[in-house]
């Protein structure tokens, strides 16, 4: 028998309250505590009536006959998606984070992780800042710096002073000063993602030629952004998790390769994944918070906060959005510093 699984206004009420209040309070919520805290006007009975039927639709379950009840991921969706309509797009700047974490210009590593570390303070929670992949940013300037007759270094900087170091071996003499204005032909003013694209006249030899193209290739198999993880501990001491829990959280974060993953699988972003939604076993009672920044409209990096999922949904997606939306104003801004200079 299919089950019917629409719910009315009130029972949206009733459902909105029981799991405000269980991630306020980590009790299972009775009939009695809704009426006590929310404005509903009706009878226990009808509040006893909806809760059951809540239950039968999955929303809630109850742990113990006589108990209250707690939300499942299907009722923590519900009031996530029902807390957002609350809240505009793009939430103004809480002004206690503001004051506290100021960004200023400066080293773009030093930017990124000082971010991923203040978002972790305000959340409490696990953050995964994923690095700008260098085939996304601009190349500002290419040097070749010799080592020895045979071993040289080639140093890669971008938009953002983001710096990529390659080393190569050549087994017959090149002229470094040459084979550097070769590479900065190809690649000054352009990304990598551009690259397939790009054409130049060039008059040196096929071997000079072939080590060219073979560091290029290097460098772009080499753009998977490196990423920042910070706030493990924080995120282990806010709640009593089972030790099992912490084992498998502790992989998860240590594991770039997973981590990645997770960031590249989600595309509609900003998204909130619950408990299962993550499909990783064993972590089923925290939450993964996604969403990205930018460069002129164009995503260049992830942020996840990963959290209990009993928890003030409001106020960690708020944190998020603020962080991001303040990196992406601080790319913006560099852009535009850059090109006045």
């Known amino acids: 028998m299919r089950r019917d699984s629409k719910i009315n206004e009130r029972q949206k009420k009733v459902l909105y309250c029981a799991v405000r209040e269980y991630i306020l309070t980590k009790k299972p919520v009775s009939s009695e505590k809704i009426l006590e805290a929310s404005d509903i006007g009706c009878s226990g009975a009808t509040v006893r ?25 299907k009722g923590y969706k519900f009031y996530v998606e029902e807390t957002l309509k609350l809240m505009k797009e793009y939430l103004q700047p809480s002004a206690s984070i503001h004051s506290s974490y100021p960004m200023t210009f400066g080293d773009m590593e030093k930017i990124l992780e000082g971010a991923a570390l203040a978002l972790s ?27 020895t007759k045979q071993y040289h270094m080639v140093s890669v900087l971008t938009e953002f002073g983001f710096v990529k170091f390659i080393p190569f071996r050549v087994f017959q003499t090149i002229d470094a000063e040459k084979f550097e204005k070769l590479l900065g032909q190809l690649l000054v003013g352009y990304s990598l993602e551009q690259l397939p694209q790009r054409k130049i006249q060039t008059t040196v030899n096929e071997e000079t030629l072939e080590v060219a193209e073979h560091l290029v290739k290097s460098l772009s198999e080499d753009l998977r952004s490196s990423l920042v993880k910070v706030g493990l501990d924080a995120l282990i001491n806010s ?22 993953r997770i960031l590249s699988q989600v595309q509609d972003l900003p998204q909130i994944l619950i408990g299962s939604e993550h499909g990783i076993d064993g972590l089923e009672n925290f939450a993964f918070f996604i969403d990205e920044y930018k460069k002129e409209n164009k995503s260049i990096g992830k942020v996840m906060v990963i959290t209990s999922k009993v928890i003030k949904y409001e106020e960690i997606f708020s944190s998020l959005r603020y962080m991001t939306s303040r990196l992406t104003e601080y790319l913006t801004l560099a852009i535009r510093r850059e090109g006045m200079e």
């Open 49 to 73: 009536n909806d809760l059951r039927r809540l239950e039968y639709l999955g929303y809630l379950r109850q742990p113990h006959t006589s108990a209250g009840r707690i939300p499942t991921d």
């Open 239 to 260: 709640e009593d998790f089972d030790i099992e829990e912490i084992r498998k959280l502790s992989k998860l974060f240590s594991e770039d390769g997973a981590l990645k």
């Open 121 to 147: 303070r305000i959340t409490h929670g696990a953050v995964i800042l994923e690095k700008p992949g260098i085939d996304k940013l601009r190349i500002i300037r290419v040097l070749v710096i010799p080592i």
